[in-house]
């Protein structure tokens, strides 16, 4: 149980250390991915095999992609619709956030870094911080804030106190505090009905289509 639960929490973990280790660089960003890609893997892999006697993540056909998908475009517009409101950004944004609309630069743009390094941040923040966050949020704290034997399937059902626990853990992660609020709930619903799988789909699909935006726009205060 211990094991399992280090295994839910490293690729996190590890993530949020190199981020306070590493410089804020679209290389450090680079070496932050990869590392915690190669943890992720791991633990995935070994939570896997777990899942013949309990409930470790297991991918489960086109109705959880669907699901996820569905859930994960519908955050993202949510997560940047409302930050062209000057309302929205000095109320429910933490610190100074332009407006996407405004000239911007970032050490992520091509013009700044090339592009290599600006897909792996994009790859990053989709396939690599997204499924960590859900292994740590979702599979495991949810669990784990009902019952220390987490692992037990039957605590994937709603539980209101770890849900609101859940969503503003995951919130207080970011500086766009009310969407990410919002986004954990979302997330947190997809999990409940449909399991990890869909959840993880549903992260992904929203960084996904978030990092595509800020690629095409160039409203690189979303990064």
Not at 111 to 123: H, I, M, S, V
Not at 147 to 162: E, H, K, V, Y
Not at 167 to 182: D, S
Request: hydrophobic share 55%; with cysteine.
């Amino acid at each position: 149980m211990r094991r399992d639960a280090l295994f839910a929490a490293a690729p996190y973990a590890v993530w949020m250390a190199l981020m306070l280790a590493l410089p804020s660089s679209a290389a450090g960003y680079a070496v932050r991915t990869c590392a915690s890609a190669a943890v992720l893997a791991a633990s995935w892999f070994a939570l896997s095999r777990a899942s013949a006697r309990n409930s470790g993540p297991r991918l489960s056909g086109v109705g959880c992609a669907a699901w996820g998908a569905l859930a994960g475009i519908a955050v993202a517009v949510l997560w940047i619709a409302p930050e062209y409101s000057g309302f929205y950004r000095d109320w429910c944004v933490i610190g100074d956030v332009p407006s996407p609309s405004d000239p911007q630069t970032s050490p992520y743009s091509p013009a700044e870094c090339g592009w290599a390094l600006t897909w792996a941040r994009l790859a990053g923040s989709a396939f690599v911080i997204a499924p960590a966050e859900e292994l740590f949020f979702r599979s495991f704290l949810y669990r784990r804030l009902q019952s220390p034997a987490w692992r037990d399937d039957a605590l994937r059902r709603f539980d209101l106190s770890a849900f609101l626990w859940t969503a503003g853990l995951f919130a207080l992660e970011h500086n766009r505090i009310v969407a990410a609020f919002v986004a954990g709930a979302v997330y947190g619903i997809v999990y409940v009905r449909r399991g990890i799988a869909a959840a993880v789909v549903a992260h992904v699909v929203t960084n996904l289509a978030l990092a595509m935006y800020v690629v095409k726009t160039g409203a690189w205060a979303f990064w």
